[in-house]
Protein backbone atom coordinates (compact mmCIF):
# COMPACT_ATOMS: atom_id res chain seq x y z
CA UNK A 1 0.00 0.00 0.00
CA UNK A 2 2.82 2.43 0.76
CA UNK A 3 4.69 1.49 -2.44
CA UNK A 4 1.67 2.26 -4.23
CA UNK A 5 0.81 5.62 -2.80
CA UNK A 6 4.74 6.61 -3.03
CA UNK A 7 4.26 6.50 -7.29
CA UNK A 8 1.67 9.65 -7.31
CA UNK A 9 3.75 11.41 -5.11
CA UNK A 10 7.34 10.68 -7.33
CA UNK A 11 5.01 11.68 -10.12
CA UNK A 12 3.63 14.85 -8.42
CA UNK A 13 8.04 15.20 -7.06
CA UNK A 14 8.95 14.88 -10.58
CA UNK A 15 6.30 17.05 -12.03
CA UNK A 16 7.21 19.57 -9.74
CA UNK A 17 10.80 19.87 -10.26
CA UNK A 18 10.37 19.93 -14.04
CA UNK A 19 7.44 22.81 -13.00
CA UNK A 20 10.35 24.46 -10.76
CA UNK A 21 12.95 23.97 -13.71
CA UNK A 22 11.03 25.49 -15.96
CA UNK A 23 10.25 28.45 -14.34
CA UNK A 24 13.85 29.11 -13.45
CA UNK A 25 14.79 28.56 -16.74
CA UNK A 26 11.60 31.21 -18.05
CA UNK A 27 12.95 33.65 -15.28
CA UNK A 28 16.50 33.03 -16.00
CA UNK A 29 16.22 32.65 -20.40
CA UNK A 30 15.82 36.84 -20.96
CA UNK A 31 18.84 37.45 -17.97
CA UNK A 32 21.25 34.66 -20.11
CA UNK A 33 20.33 36.25 -23.43
CA UNK A 34 20.21 39.85 -22.40
CA UNK A 35 24.36 38.68 -20.93
CA UNK A 36 24.85 37.54 -24.04
CA UNK A 37 24.08 40.29 -25.84
CA UNK A 38 26.21 42.83 -23.97
CA UNK A 39 29.03 40.50 -24.19
CA UNK A 40 28.83 40.55 -27.78
CA UNK A 41 28.40 44.14 -27.53
CA UNK A 42 31.15 45.01 -25.40
CA UNK A 43 33.53 42.66 -27.58
CA UNK A 44 32.46 45.20 -30.80
CA UNK A 45 32.88 48.23 -28.57
CA UNK A 46 36.50 47.07 -27.68
CA UNK A 47 37.35 46.02 -31.44
CA UNK A 48 35.84 49.53 -32.52
CA UNK A 49 38.36 51.58 -29.98
CA UNK A 50 41.26 49.36 -31.03
CA UNK A 51 40.52 50.55 -34.40
CA UNK A 52 39.87 53.87 -33.50
CA UNK A 53 43.32 53.57 -31.76
CA UNK A 54 44.77 52.67 -34.95
CA UNK A 55 42.96 55.38 -37.38
CA UNK A 56 44.48 57.81 -34.40
CA UNK A 57 47.83 56.59 -34.90
CA UNK A 58 47.81 56.34 -38.60
CA UNK A 59 46.68 60.63 -38.88
CA UNK A 60 49.61 61.54 -36.44
CA UNK A 61 51.86 59.74 -38.46
CA UNK A 62 50.17 61.23 -41.25
CA UNK A 63 50.76 64.48 -39.53
CA UNK A 64 54.11 64.38 -39.01
CA UNK A 65 54.82 62.97 -42.41
CA UNK A 66 52.92 65.57 -43.93
CA UNK A 67 55.22 68.00 -41.45
CA UNK A 68 58.53 66.95 -42.46
CA UNK A 69 57.47 67.28 -46.05
CA UNK A 70 56.61 70.53 -45.91
CA UNK A 71 59.76 70.97 -43.46
CA UNK A 72 61.99 69.81 -46.94
CA UNK A 73 60.01 71.60 -49.51
CA UNK A 74 60.59 74.83 -47.71
CA UNK A 75 64.66 74.11 -47.40
CA UNK A 76 64.07 73.03 -51.40
CA UNK A 77 61.53 75.43 -53.17
CA UNK A 78 62.43 79.68 -53.17
CA UNK A 79 60.24 81.85 -54.14
CA UNK A 80 60.35 83.94 -57.25
CA UNK A 81 59.17 87.71 -56.62
CA UNK A 82 57.17 89.93 -58.85
CA UNK A 83 59.92 92.89 -58.38
CA UNK A 84 63.96 93.17 -58.10
CA UNK A 85 63.77 93.49 -54.43
CA UNK A 86 67.13 95.25 -54.13
CA UNK A 87 66.97 96.80 -50.97
CA UNK A 88 65.98 93.46 -49.26
CA UNK A 89 68.60 91.54 -51.07
CA UNK A 90 71.67 93.65 -50.02
CA UNK A 91 70.18 94.33 -46.60
CA UNK A 92 70.03 90.16 -46.51
CA UNK A 93 73.29 89.65 -47.81
CA UNK A 94 74.96 92.76 -45.48
CA UNK A 95 77.11 91.49 -42.57
CA UNK A 96 78.08 93.87 -39.31
CA UNK A 97 81.66 94.90 -38.06
CA UNK A 98 83.33 92.45 -35.99
CA UNK A 99 86.35 91.26 -35.33
CA UNK A 100 86.45 88.14 -38.07
CA UNK A 101 84.88 91.09 -40.52
CA UNK A 102 87.14 93.89 -42.15
CA UNK A 103 85.05 95.39 -45.20
CA UNK A 104 82.24 94.15 -47.78
CA UNK A 105 80.50 95.95 -50.68
CA UNK A 106 77.58 94.96 -52.00
CA UNK A 107 77.23 96.28 -55.73
CA UNK A 108 73.36 95.49 -57.36
CA UNK A 109 73.61 95.55 -61.34
CA UNK A 110 70.97 96.38 -64.18
CA UNK A 111 68.51 93.43 -64.58
CA UNK A 112 69.19 90.99 -67.09
CA UNK A 113 67.40 87.64 -68.85
CA UNK A 114 67.62 84.80 -66.17
CA UNK A 115 67.67 82.58 -69.04
CA UNK A 116 70.20 82.06 -71.95
CA UNK A 117 67.13 82.27 -74.43
CA UNK A 118 65.68 85.87 -72.64
CA UNK A 119 62.45 84.48 -73.49
CA UNK A 120 61.09 83.54 -70.41
CA UNK A 121 59.70 86.37 -68.44
CA UNK A 122 61.92 85.90 -65.49
CA UNK A 123 64.97 88.59 -65.30
CA UNK A 124 67.59 88.53 -62.70
CA UNK A 125 69.57 91.27 -60.55
CA UNK A 126 73.38 90.35 -60.96
CA UNK A 127 74.73 91.11 -57.60
CA UNK A 128 78.65 91.68 -56.59
CA UNK A 129 80.18 91.47 -53.27
CA UNK A 130 83.46 92.06 -52.35
CA UNK A 131 84.40 91.45 -48.84
CA UNK A 132 87.87 90.82 -46.67
CA UNK A 133 86.66 88.77 -43.86
CA UNK A 134 87.80 85.63 -42.16
CA UNK A 135 86.46 82.21 -44.34
CA UNK A 136 83.13 81.53 -41.87
CA UNK A 137 81.62 85.21 -42.34
CA UNK A 138 82.30 84.11 -46.47
CA UNK A 139 80.77 81.41 -46.08
CA UNK A 140 78.08 82.68 -43.84
CA UNK A 141 77.10 85.10 -46.71
CA UNK A 142 76.96 82.33 -48.89
CA UNK A 143 74.49 80.73 -46.57
CA UNK A 144 72.32 83.31 -46.59
CA UNK A 145 72.01 83.95 -50.25
CA UNK A 146 71.46 80.16 -50.43
CA UNK A 147 68.52 79.67 -47.75
CA UNK A 148 66.87 83.49 -48.44
CA UNK A 149 62.90 83.01 -49.47
CA UNK A 150 63.67 83.98 -52.86
CA UNK A 151 65.52 82.33 -55.49
CA UNK A 152 69.56 83.64 -55.77
CA UNK A 153 72.01 81.84 -57.51
CA UNK A 154 75.62 81.68 -56.64
CA UNK A 155 77.70 82.52 -60.13
CA UNK A 156 80.93 82.73 -58.85
CA UNK A 157 83.07 82.32 -55.71
CA UNK A 158 86.57 84.28 -55.76
CA UNK A 159 88.60 83.95 -52.46
CA UNK A 160 92.74 85.31 -52.13
CA UNK A 161 94.41 85.26 -49.16
CA UNK A 162 96.55 88.31 -48.57
CA UNK A 163 100.29 87.57 -49.09
CA UNK A 164 103.41 89.48 -47.62
CA UNK A 165 103.74 93.02 -50.09
CA UNK A 166 100.68 93.88 -50.60
CA UNK A 167 100.87 96.99 -48.40
CA UNK A 168 104.44 97.99 -50.32
CA UNK A 169 102.61 97.13 -53.73
CA UNK A 170 100.39 100.22 -53.20
CA UNK A 171 97.64 97.54 -51.31
CA UNK A 172 95.70 98.24 -48.18
CA UNK A 173 97.57 95.55 -46.55
CA UNK A 174 96.35 92.34 -44.62
CA UNK A 175 94.03 92.54 -42.30
CA UNK A 176 93.71 90.27 -39.41
CA UNK A 177 90.74 88.99 -36.99
CA UNK A 178 91.90 89.31 -33.15
CA UNK A 179 93.77 85.77 -33.14
CA UNK A 180 96.62 87.21 -35.72
CA UNK A 181 94.97 85.36 -38.72
CA UNK A 182 94.93 87.82 -42.04
CA UNK A 183 91.18 88.00 -43.46
CA UNK A 184 90.69 86.67 -46.60
CA UNK A 185 89.68 88.33 -49.65
CA UNK A 186 86.37 87.06 -51.56
CA UNK A 187 84.77 87.98 -54.44
CA UNK A 188 81.12 86.85 -54.67
CA UNK A 189 79.17 86.58 -57.80
CA UNK A 190 75.53 86.46 -56.87
CA UNK A 191 72.07 86.96 -59.40
CA UNK A 192 68.65 87.11 -57.26
CA UNK A 193 65.64 86.33 -59.86
CA UNK A 194 62.77 88.05 -60.25
CA UNK A 195 59.74 87.86 -62.72
CA UNK A 196 58.99 90.84 -65.00
CA UNK A 197 55.47 89.57 -66.24
CA UNK A 198 52.89 92.07 -65.54
CA UNK A 199 55.20 94.94 -65.99
CA UNK A 200 56.58 94.63 -62.81
CA UNK A 201 60.45 95.68 -63.19
CA UNK A 202 61.80 98.07 -61.07
Not at 27 to 40: C, D, G, T, V
Not at 73 to 81: D, E, M, Y
Not at 97 to 105: A, E, L, P
Not at 109 to 119: H, K, M
Amino acid sequence: MMTEASKPALALLAGSVAALGAAVAFMLLPSMEASQSRSAESGRLLAQVAREADIVAERDRLHDELAQARADASRVLRTIPGRAEQAQLMRMLAVGTSDDMGTQTIVAGDPLPATPSGTTPYRAVPVTVDMKASFERIIDVLARAEGDRRLVRPIRVELRRPIDGDEARGGRGAMHDRNGRPLLEARLELDAVFTSAGGNEP
